[in-house]
């Protein structure tokens, strides 16, 4: 996925996970991703 939105001109890719989901977190988190925001209104 990375590859092709870096061949299609994307300048980022938005990533969602549970917040309880510290596993999940972190994986990403080793992938380069980072922390950008908490949607609480669901």
Do not use: H, K
């Amino acid at each position: 996925m990375e590859a092709f939105a870096a061949a299609v001109g994307a300048r980022c890719l938005w990533l969602e996970t549970s917040n309880l989901d510290d596993p999940a977190i972190q994986f990403y988190r080793r992938l380069g991703f980072r922390w950008c925001g908490l949607d609480v209104s669901l």
